[in-house]
């Protein structure tokens, strides 16, 4: 096992998100920036709009980033961007490709969505593969963890990010409202804006928003070599990070007295190089129809019925010295349809719930000499129910799944390329939740969650057989697979009390079968042989936020902590499990006086030794982070001019949870010191 040191001596020390089964109550981690007078980082209690019940709250663990905590966490790609809230770390492909990881699961085991809907890409089948959403043109973002998220199938097993816009208005206006974005960053040379408009005139709200995002290789505290043509040798850069992105989105939404429909045509574009390579970059395009809407029916039964549908259709070349090689593209669409009854009573309590439907097809292909995965069909359809009985401070949930998914593999059309398996599988997996919650005291409450999940296997795990660059691995699948299978417990506590708030969360969840990509000793074309098995393993963690408000006066002082932590083992070969964050333990002060706000904090990791034989330890550091921001109120517009100064003591280090850190040792640090200065107005 190799260890990567740390050179400069590391601290050792929609609509419908994310649907909640025990919508009870909800305590937002991370959540800060949002009180108007105050920059009130970490807990506050939101509206989570994927609570199928409308409930303000929910037994499970719910994070949201929004207004000016967005703008204070916000970064170029998804991951990043929740990496600092508990419980979240992040793929880290160099700075322009990353997922999130949320107790220790990434890939297929986290659901990405746009608007409660499917957002179809590739980006779970190769870390180096970016997700096509970006913060500029983003009002809010829910983050579920635990078994509540599985309501959206068995790839949400770890947990749901849902990316929401107001693309399709929700809500109707009379008049003009806007939003513009601009900031430049020093750490790679960022220039980037963005904006929105909306307009209400009588039943009709439109809406149109564009971003446009470029930077330039991105700096780290030491040297690091380059042979991309027409870049420096030997400099203190990450080789072959630039990027350059825009999108943009035209909506509109008619509104009656029982309800809206809407519509949106959205767009999104990126080239960026992948960094394990020096000369390899990606070309990427996405487009995205979708069709929404709610009925409010005056009916004895029915209380709402509300559907959603979407089209997407996806590609992205890959190109080695601007030569174009593998083109991946997935196209599909995903349709959501969901029932609420009104609520009736029985006995000393009352009874809410939801009933839907959902189907998703896509169609992926990739061809080129890096096609490790076959052209492959993948239809799902299910069925779900949620139910919640509220009995004095208590209330019970229990929710149920059923899904039916055919995967078909395509093979090549290539006749030279005769390596995949051919054939077709077909699932139906079926999980289950209950939770409870219970309102001990005014401050104080209690809440459980348990839960049986089930996943079927994707195309690539089934079928997969071919050079997989990211991965530095001839990736081989195996047809055999069964369902992937998790029981899954977590229990919360909560404390608040006035602007003084604690939660701490503990949870574990254990497979039957775990699907990983596993070595071997076997050699294909000089690489080296990975192959998807099952396997059991076990995961257990706890993750904790507290916010304690030290003084009031002319200003606010508060101090904010948090602290998270995974265990992962495979205990079927009696070894750690590969890419899982340390411990993390995180402390701001915060300071809010009139118009100004300020924070100051340190994120420290510790050093992750638990390691597969293969990987690459990582050392402890610390990263000192700030903040400042002035809000100027001017007659109809209120403009925020803002200053976020990152890793502030320049410290070299590298992720524990990236896979470059053990298949490109040395060619993808985390950035060093970056000052980003900008300004949002608001109308």
């Not at 970006?134 to 078994?147: A, K, N």
Request: with cysteine; hydrophobic share 40%; charged share 20%.
């Amino acid at each position: 096992m190799s260890k990567i040191s740390s050179r400069k001596g590391a601290m050792r020390a929609p609509y419908g998100a994310v649907f909640s089964f025990a919508a009870s109550s909800a305590v937002v981690l991370g959540q800060g920036l949002l009180a108007p007078s105050a920059m009130a980082q970490a807990i506050q209690e939101v509206v989570i709009t994927g609570n199928p019940l409308s409930k303000s709250q929910s037994v499970n663990a719910v994070s949201s980033l929004s207004g000016l905590s967005l703008l204070q966490q916000g970064q170029s790609t998804l991951g990043e961007t929740l990496n600092q809230l508990p419980g979240v770390s992040s793929t880290y492909f160099g700075p322009n490709a990353s997922r999130p990881i949320i107790r220790g699961f990434d890939g297929d085991r986290i659901r990405v969505l746009n608007n409660s809907g499917a957002s179809l890409d590739a980006s779970s089948l190769s870390y180096d593969h970016a997700v096509p959403l970006d913060v500029l043109s983003t009002e809010r973002i829910e983050v579920l963890r635990g078994p509540a998220a599985l309501q959206y199938g068995g790839s949400a097993m770890g947990g749901v990010v849902n990316v929401i816009d107001n693309r399709i208005p929700r809500q109707s206006m009379e008049g003009i409202a806007g939003k513009a974005q601009a900031q430049w960053g020093s750490g790679n040379q960022e220039r980037s804006s963005g904006a929105l408009l909306e307009v209400g005139q009588g039943a009709w709200v439109f809406h149109a928003d564009a971003f446009d995002r470029r930077t330039s290789d991105v700096k780290v505290p030491q040297d690091l070599p380059c042979t991309k043509p027409g870049a420096p040798e030997i400099a203190s850069r990450i080789c072959n990070s630039a990027s350059d992105s825009k999108g943009g989105a035209l909506g509109a939404s008619l509104f009656w007295d029982r309800g809206y429909l809407g519509m949106s045509f959205n767009s999104y574009q990126s080239n960026y190089g992948t960094v394990a390579e020096d000369e390899v970059t990606i070309g990427m395009r996405s487009h995205r129809a979708s069709l929404e809407g709610e009925w409010r029916a005056d009916s004895s039964l029915v209380q709402s019925l509300n559907f959603q549908a979407s089209q997407s259709d996806y590609k992205h070349t890959e190109f080695d010295a601007g030569e174009a090689g593998t083109l991946f593209a997935n196209k599909g669409h995903d349709v959501r349809a969901q029932l609420r009854h009104k609520p009736w009573r029985a006995g000393a309590g009352v009874w809410e719930g939801v009933w839907g439907w959902q189907s998703e097809q896509g169609k992926f292909s990739a061809d080129g000499a890096e096609a490790f995965a076959p052209f492959s069909n993948t239809r799902t359809n299910a069925l779900f129910i949620l139910e919640e009985y509220a009995v004095g401070p208590t209330r019970f949930n229990v929710g149920v799944r059923r899904e039916n998914v055919r995967v078909e593999s395509l093979g090549n059309p290539d006749p030279s390329v005769d390596r995949f398996e051919l054939g077709t599988r077909k699932f139906s997996p079926q999980s289950f939740a209950t939770a409870v919650s219970w309102q001990v005291h005014p401050q104080w409450r209690l809440s459980a969650n348990a839960s049986h999940v089930e996943r079927a296997p994707k195309d690539y795990e089934l079928f997969a057989n071919g050079p997989h660059i990211a991965t530095a691995a001839w990736e081989r699948g195996d047809a055999c697979l069964g369902l992937e299978k998790a029981n899954s417990l977590d229990v919360s506590v909560d404390w608040k009390t006035g602007p003084h708030l604690f939660k701490v969360t503990a949870f574990q969840s254990q497979f039957s079968n775990f699907i990983g990509l596993l070595g071997t000793t076997a050699i294909e074309e000089s690489l080296p042989v990975q192959v998807y098995q099952g396997v059991r393993a076990k995961f257990v963690g706890f993750e904790t936020s507290a916010q304690w408000r030290l003084s009031q006066g002319a200003g606010t002082f508060d101090l904010a902590v948090k602290a998270d932590s995974v265990h992962a083992q495979n205990l079927s070969m009696a070894e750690p499990l590969p890419r899982i964050s340390p411990l993390r333990l995180g402390a701001s002060l915060i300071h809010a006086s009139g118009p100004w706000s300020a924070r100051l904090g340190f994120d420290w990791h510790a050093s992750q030794d638990r390691v597969p034989a293969g990987a690459v330890a990582t050392e402890a550091y610390t990263l000192w982070h700030g903040f400042v921001n002035y809000r100027q109120k001017l007659t109809g517009t209120t403009l925020n001019w803002f200053a976020k100064l990152d890793n502030i003591s320049n410290q070299w280090a590298y992720s524990a949870t990236s896979i470059l850190t053990s298949t490109a040792p040395g060619k993808s640090p985390l950035p060093g010191r970056s000052l980003k200065l900008g300004v949002m107005a608001t109308f």
